[in-house]
């Protein structure tokens, strides 16, 4: 096992983890987790070891283990293509390999297939455990299957939670394309989706002619929204304004314009006096135009120029003539509107605010401008359907660019909820407020609402964790740490 002071990145493991080098990265925590905590708790969640500046690693896996829509996809994946004995050990690929005898080819496929997939389903069932008393574990056999497969270690001098979030998820999203090629799937009939993926639509319109392209679409699996760095405060819809915005573009090659005025040159040569061959020519011209409009307009005027037969050495007034015709109307040099939206709206909508301020005379610097975010959050343009997304739950960062810590705030579930005194689980708030009541029978009205009062909601009850250190929070106390979000993770009301 080599020493961690002297492994290397992680990150820069294949072409698309090595692009996600142009992200911030954080350097190790100086800050005490213990900071602020008054950790009463009898038990509730489980929390994480933190043996080497593990905290962007514990709050990505926290942050996952309350996001109950991919829970419920990996419990599905598990169902219906992995059986009991066959679920795979997350400390590496290879021991099945040793069994392959003893299983269907069908399953040990899947198996090959889904290791990263059944590690982080593993990790998150240890982490959805319902303690009577508190419980820390590791997660030192995650980290090493992932390790394992990228053939290299974690360097802990350079960590950034937002970046180790991308690298699992793309592995969810490779994994889980790979499955869906497989025989398992297809013996199955049946398909599981990715909560997690979305796509971004780029439309383009010209404001001459009004063409439309096909629109450019993209996939994500984290939304990167800039946090605008003019500004000591904004909004998360300001957020997202900056990406899902209309804007205008100058000097824009229309396709539509350049088929267009081919089209005028074409139908303005059939009107001269030319020879049958010419004519012939241009026709096939007009046609070819309407059926392949693409290449046409990618090769541009010389195409045309060269067509038609126009060279200014052999043909020098007519050459001049149509040069001359190009620059009054010349399509290269068009105004247009690019639309960007989201064209498909994923179950679980991963939102990354992106505070790194980059100068090149100078360090990088971290973006501490407040962030205003909303628990429910809407989205959809004017006529489209209106989505409702709810804060699930988020990561934090406190410190600088370079150094700092990583907490996870998680919304809390009632089956997490367990007394104080006696550590049994308080499932049924309903039950529990008539249990109070009849226990308060003898005491008068106000002190009955003055108890009911410190008793907050289930909805209004957060858990703040940090490492190992775990504590409760109000929902206004965690929309008030603007400063330090950074990962928002908003699941779609079913």
């Known amino acids: 096992m080599h020493d961690r002071n002297t492994t290397i990145a992680l990150y820069a493991a294949g072409a698309t983890i090595a692009a996600l080098g142009l992200a911030y990265i954080l350097g190790p925590s100086i800050f005490p987790d213990d900071a602020g905590y008054r950790d009463s708790r009898v038990g509730g969640v489980v929390g994480l070891s933190n043996p080497a500046n593990d905290c962007f690693i514990n709050s990505v896996l926290q942050a996952l283990a309350g996001v109950e829509r991919l829970k419920q996809y990996l419990e599905e994946i598990r169902g219906k293509y992995i059986a009991d004995d066959d679920y795979i050990h997350v400390g590496g690929v290879n021991d099945e390999r040793d069994n392959a005898e003893k299983h269907d ?211 020098p007034k007519r050459a001049e003539a149509f040069l001359k015709r190009l620059s009054k109307n010349d399509p290269a040099r068009r105004r247009i509107q690019k639309h960007t939206s989201i064209s498909k709206f994923p179950p679980v909508l991963v939102v990354h605010l992106s505070r790194s301020v980059f100068d090149p005379s100078a360090f990088s610097t971290k973006n501490t401008a407040r962030v205003e975010f909303p628990e429910v959050l809407v989205l959809g343009s004017i006529g489209e359907k209106r989505r409702k997304y709810h804060l699930s739950t988020m990561i934090t960062h406190r410190g600088g660019h370079n150094s700092g810590h990583y907490e996870t705030l998680r919304r809390m579930k009632e089956d997490e909820i367990r007394d104080k005194d006696t550590g049994e689980n308080v499932t049924d708030r309903i039950g529990a407020a008539q249990d109070d009541e009849q226990a308060e029978a003898g005491k008068d009205k106000d002190e009955k609402n003055k108890t009911r009062k410190r008793r907050p909601k289930v909805s209004d009850r957060w858990w703040r964790i940090s490492d190992d250190k775990i504590s409760e929070c109000r929902t206004k106390d965690m929309l008030n740490m603007q400063r330090e979000v950074y990962i928002l993770f908003y699941e779609l009301k079913r």
Request: proline share 4%.
């Open 105 to 315: 080819e069908s399953k040990v496929d899947v198996q090959r297939i889904l290791v990263i997939t059944s590690a982080l389903m593993l990790m998150l069932e240890r982490l959805s455990e319902r303690p009577a008393c508190r419980k820390t574990i590791s997660a030192r056999d995650f980290i090493s299957t992932l390790e394992n497969v990228f053939g290299s270690y974690i360097n802990r001098r350079q960590q950034d939670a937002q970046e180790f979030l991308q690298i699992v998820l793309e592995k969810l999203d490779e994994e889980h394309l790979a499955l869906s090629k497989s025989t398992a799937v297809k013996r199955n009939k049946a398909s599981t989706q990715l909560p997690i993926a979305g796509s971004i639509s780029s439309q383009i319109t010209c404001l001459t002619c009004g063409f439309q392209p096909e629109p450019n679409v993209s996939s994500f699996l984290t939304l990167t929204l800039n946090v605008p760095h003019h500004s000591s405060s904004t909004t998360l819809d300001t957020c997202l304004d900056g990406l899902l915005k209309v804007e205008t573009i100058d000097d824009y090659m229309c396709q539509g314009c350049m088929i267009s005025f081919f089209k005028d040159v074409c139908q303005d040569e059939l009107q001269r006096p030319i020879d049958p061959p010419m004519k012939e020519k241009l026709e096939a011209m007009l046609a070819d135009l309407d059926q392949d409009p693409e290449t046409w307009a990618s090769q541009g005027v010389g195409k045309i120029q060269h067509s038609l037969g126009i060279d200014a050495r052999t043909n």
